[in-house]
């Protein structure tokens, strides 16, 4: 692919518009039929907006980064299809193991090994879905990165609608954390493991919604461990954060429990908390091969984005610690680069701009929160379990990309699981009421 400009034309973005408009049909009439008016005007301005997404970051690639991990993924979607069409059992690639297809283009000199082809079944995966929409993209790399956008619009949305209707009281400004982020809009819509990855969480939290309301059941429960399987799949660390704060939730839920019931139960509480500390404290080093592992990982990251991406992009926390000490030291500084940086004057180039100025406008919601309503946040958190878990989930997930991730190029993409349901928390935070206590005698 020497001359990247070949890769969009004008007959691509006639094709896009015609496109787009036969997914509007189909979202206005038949996936989303039945709603308000404003929520449609909602939907076609979120629509209109993964659209030029796709279109800024294709042009960007063409004509200012020359390369990505987009290209990538076509170049071996292009040559997975090329095997299937010259040998139809070749299709069987798109249900093997990736190593059964990096074994298979290592032997023909007709096809080009690229970055996906190197046995991570996360990024095969992404190949995997490109295939099955490539005839239908008629193999142009636009109209590709459009269905995956379709797909995106279709499970935010669908995200939208939840959140809507379980939180009405913020549902004007629902739409600023679900759909109109800069990142969302910029690495959620093209052919990024992200926007796939995300869309599958947005499609997963509406099938356990639906579960809840007890509508199309086992329906919603296939569905949901479809979607829980793909994110597996696609960036297992997503599920396994999650399961942590969904254990971490409960866990403090039972000790709460417990303390309430009586004077006994609140002494016989204390008293195992302070051995559980004091076994924990004693007993540290138990963890530190697994913390040093990860630490190791966590170094190895730092070294390679510094090297890889110089000043411009890159950014330090200092070397972790092989110890269990060593990472509660540094969470604090991961969890406040994964969601608050970079900051406007690490901005080193114009395309980090949107992600300097969307971080601080977090910061300052945050900030401006936590000093209005913090008060309020155990009496939040107390009476709305999802909600409760949501913000562990954030909690966990940002400390784990924080310590991972040292290029802001790459921050950006790898904390769209996370962000979206950060600003959720902060905005219904800002607009919480607390209900005024009765007089008394």
């Known amino acids: 692919m020497n001359n990247l400009t070949e890769l969009i034309g004008i007959t691509d973005f006639i094709l896009l ?3 787009a408009a036969a997914a509007w ?19 076609l301005l979120f ?8 279109l800024v970051n294709n042009l960007l690639i063409v004509y200012y980064w ?13 040559n997975l299809f090329n095997m299937i069409a010259g040998n139809v059992s070749n299709a069987r690639y798109i249900f093997a193991p990736v190593a059964d297809y990096d074994n298979a283009i290592k032997m023909d000199n007709l096809l080009s090994t690229t970055n996906t082809g190197s046995g991570l079944e996360s990024n095969f995966f992404v190949t995997r879905v490109c295939a099955l929409l490539y005839p239908l993209a008629l193999g142009r790399f636009l109209l590709l990165n459009f269905f995956l956008c ?38 959620a819509s093209p052919i990024y493991k ?26 919603s429960i296939v569905y949901a461990l479809i979607n829980t399987a793909f994110i597996l799949i696609l960036k297992p660390y997503v599920i396994y954060t999650l399961l942590i704060a969904v254990a971490v939730v409960f866990f403090f839920k039972a000790v709460f429990l417990f303390y309430n019931r009586s004077v006994l139960g609140r002494m016989a509480t204390v008293f195992i908390l302070i051995t559980c500390i004091i076994t924990f404290s004693l007993n540290t080093q138990f963890f530190d091969p697994y913390i040093a592992s990860f630490a190791d990982v966590s170094n190895f990251f730092q070294q390679q ?7 411009s992009s890159s950014f330090e926390l200092g070397e972790m610690e092989m110890s269990t000490v060593g990472l509660i030291k540094k969470a604090p500084a991961a969890f406040y680069a994964t969601y608050f940086r970079p900051h406007l004057w690490e901005v080193r180039k114009p395309i980090m701009l949107l992600s300097a100025i969307e971080s601080f406008v977090i910061l300052l919601l945050t900030l401006a929160a936590l000093i209005k309503n913090g008060i309020h946040i155990r009496a939040i958190l107390k009476k709305d379990m999802p909600l409760t878990i949501m913000i562990s989930y954030v909690l966990v997930f940002g400390i784990v990309i924080g310590l991972t991730t040292f290029n802001f190029g790459t921050l950006v993409r790898y904390k769209v699981p996370g962000l979206p349901f950060l600003w959720l928390f902060v905005i219904l935070l800002l607009n919480y009421k607390p209900k005024p206590e009765r007089a008394g005698f």
């Open 150 to 187: 379709f797909i995106a619009t279709i499970a935010q949305f669908k995200l939208y609608l939840v959140v809507v209707q379980r939180y009405p009281q913020i549902k004007k400004y629902s739409g600023i954390c679900l759909l109109y982020l800069p990142t969302l809009i910029l690495y």
């Open 17 to 19: 518009l015609l496109y």
């Open 47 to 54: 629509f209109i907006l993964k659209l030029l997404g796709i």
């Open 66 to 78: 020359k390369v990505a991990d987009s290209l990538s993924y076509f170049a071996e979607t292009k």
């Open 194 to 219: 992200e926007t796939l990855c995300f869309s599958f969480i947005g499609f997963l939290i509406y099938n356990l919604y639906q579960i809840s309301k007890r509508h199309k059941i086992v329906s």
């Open 25 to 43: 049909f189909v979202m206005r009439f038949l996936i989303f039929k039945g709603l308000q008016k404003k929520a449609y005007t909602v939907l």
């Open 305 to 311: 984005y510094n090297g890889d991406f110089g000043e």
